[in-house]
């Protein structure tokens, strides 16, 4: 009977492994190496504050690890990464932070794995937690090396297509931040230009943590 036991338990384990096994697969068929754009509509949570903050807009991803994402609201801004170096830059202020991406975009953060989808397997370890029949399929998926900035990640894909539903993130201090995707568009070719960012004159630049 023991045995039994430890066999069923194995199963239930092994079968919801392979089950995200099948997702993450379908996910790396339909993105990997690939640029895509969607729009997107954000909801993060301050826990600490009780606060509540919507914004929504567009996003350009392309591997390996550039981003753009263009807000529009509640006011515009943009954020861009070419992998390498990242700019947020807000038009009302007429001010750009300039810094390395890699403290805000490495290790899975901030959506890295949209750009770079090997990294899911890289910097998670994957388990899938809606019901057998569900779609699209809910992982969950916990750093190897989990920091403050992020604790855990929900990803919900659809099972055949592998198209990405929504994403959320939690960090350390109980923050959530939830971004549901839509109006997907896939590109053979992203152009470069997408993924700098050159101020405008009279745009006051400042350095990242400054």
Sequence with gaps: MKFLLIFFLFFISYSKA???????????????????????????????MD??????????????????WEYETPEPRLI????????IYSPLEQEVLVGA????????????????????????THT???????????????PHQPEPGLT????????????????ETLNAYGDVTRIR???EESHDLCEEDLFHFTPPPQTREFELGE
């Design 18 to 48: 392979s089950a995200g096994e099948e997702v993450i697969a379908a996910m790396e068929n339909r993105y990997k190496d690939r640029c895509f754009s969607a729009s997107f509509q954000q909801i993060s949570i301050l826990a600490a």
């Design 51 to 68: 606060i509540s903050e919507r914004a929504d807009g567009r996003a350009v991803f392309s591997h390996p690890g550039r981003m753009r």
């Design 181 to 183: 995707l839509f109006g």
């Design 80 to 87: 861009v990464t070419d992998g390498t170096t990242l700019w």
């Design 152 to 167: 855990e990640l929900f990803v919900e894909a659809e099972s055949e297509t592998g198209r990405i539903i929504s994403i």
């Design 128 to 142: 899938r937690v809606s019901e057998p029949e569900a779609d699209p399929v809910r992982l969950r998926l916990i």
């Design 101 to 124: 991406s890699e403290p805000y975009f490495g290790r899975g953060k901030g959506g890295r794995f949209l750009s770079d989808m090997a990294s899911l397997r890289e910097d998670f």
